[in-house]
């Protein structure tokens, strides 16, 4: 099965304006967040091709860049009704399975997404996530479901909260879900980007990490 991961980015976030292009630094390089995600959903071996899905008009051409730097594939769609720019995307890529990320989380873990993603790669499930039901906090959370029930929720879903968060569709029509918990002790992390406390403590974090490199 062919699998694509699918992350979702836009220029006009209303909880921190330009949070995609903000800069932070891995080890002498200055990335953005952007980028940072894509190149760390590369790193998920069990998938076939990345691609950075972004609304169609002159606002988000900044993200061409961004999906050049980090070699991955670009597509465009609808802004508002992000299900359909998924739909349409994973039809364009002829996916059988897609992981769904969200571009604000530069500390996403690429072991965990390829338990999700081997869920429903392996045959067993349709759905599963490490997101809701008490387990991965934002910002380590992603959803892997197989194109069949993409198609089958952006056919009948018609809340705006699933045409714009994606993943209520797929969740509510699985017929097997699986659903990867993280301890208790997890729970309370939360190193998701949609405040600017959150990019000071996330560029702290990038930070340390230059130090120790070095």
Same mark, same amino acid.
């Given at each position: @099965?062919?699998?694509?991961?699918?992350?979702?980015?836009?220029?006009?976030?209303?909880?921190?304006?330009?949070?995609?292009?903000?800069?932070?630094? /891995?080890?002498?390089?200055?990335?953005?967040?952007?980028?940072?995600?894509?190149?760390?959903?590369?790193?998920?071996?069990?998938?076939? &091709?990345?691609?950075?899905?972004?609304?169609?008009?002159?606002?988000?051409?900044?993200?061409?860049?961004?999906?050049?730097?980090?070699?991955?594939?670009?597509? /465009?769609?609808? %802004?508002?009704?992000?299900?359909?720019?998924?739909?349409?995307?994973?039809?364009?890529?002829?996916?059988?399975?897609?992981?769904?990320?969200?571009?604000?989380?530069?500390?996403?873990?690429?072991? %965990?997404?390829?338990?999700?993603?081997?869920?429903?790669?392996?045959?067993?499930?349709?759905?599963?996530?490490?997101?809701?039901?008490?387990?991965?906090? &934002?910002?380590?959370?992603?959803?892997?479901?197989?194109?069949? &029930?993409? /198609?089958?929720?952006?056919?009948?879903?018609?809340?705006?909260?699933?045409?714009?968060?994606?993943?209520?569709?797929?969740?509510?029509?699985?017929?097997?879900?699986?659903?990867? @918990?993280?301890? %208790?002790?997890?729970?309370?992390?939360?190193?998701?980007?949609?405040?600017?406390?959150?990019?000071?403590?996330? /560029?702290?974090?990038?930070?340390? @990490?230059?130090? %120790?490199?070095?």
């Amino acid at each position: @099965m062919r699998s694509v991961i699918i992350v979702q980015q836009r220029a006009r976030n209303t909880r921190l304006h330009d949070k995609g292009t903000r800069a932070l630094f /891995r080890g002498q390089e200055v990335t953005s967040v952007t980028v940072e995600v894509l190149r760390l959903c590369k790193k998920i071996r069990n998938a076939d &091709l990345v691609v950075l899905a972004v609304p169609e008009g002159v606002d988000d051409d900044i993200w061409a860049d961004e999906a050049r730097v980090a070699g991955v594939e670009f597509f /465009r769609g609808p %802004e508002k009704d992000v299900l359909r720019r998924y739909r349409l995307a994973a039809d364009h890529f002829e996916a059988d399975v897609v992981l769904r990320v969200t571009a604000d989380c530069p500390l996403l873990n690429p072991e %965990e997404c390829e338990r999700v993603l081997d869920k429903v790669l392996s045959g067993g499930h349709d759905f599963a996530a490490n997101s809701g039901d008490g387990s991965f906090s &934002l910002g380590w959370s992603c959803e892997a479901f197989t194109v069949e &029930l993409l /198609r089958e929720a952006d056919n009948w879903s018609v809340s705006q909260s699933a045409r714009e968060h994606v993943g209520p569709g797929p969740r509510s029509n699985a017929r097997n879900p699986a659903f990867i @918990m993280i301890p %208790e002790e997890g729970k309370e992390l939360r190193p998701s980007l949609d405040t600017w406390e959150d990019y000071l403590a996330i /560029r702290a974090i990038f930070r340390q @990490m230059r130090k %120790e490199a070095a």
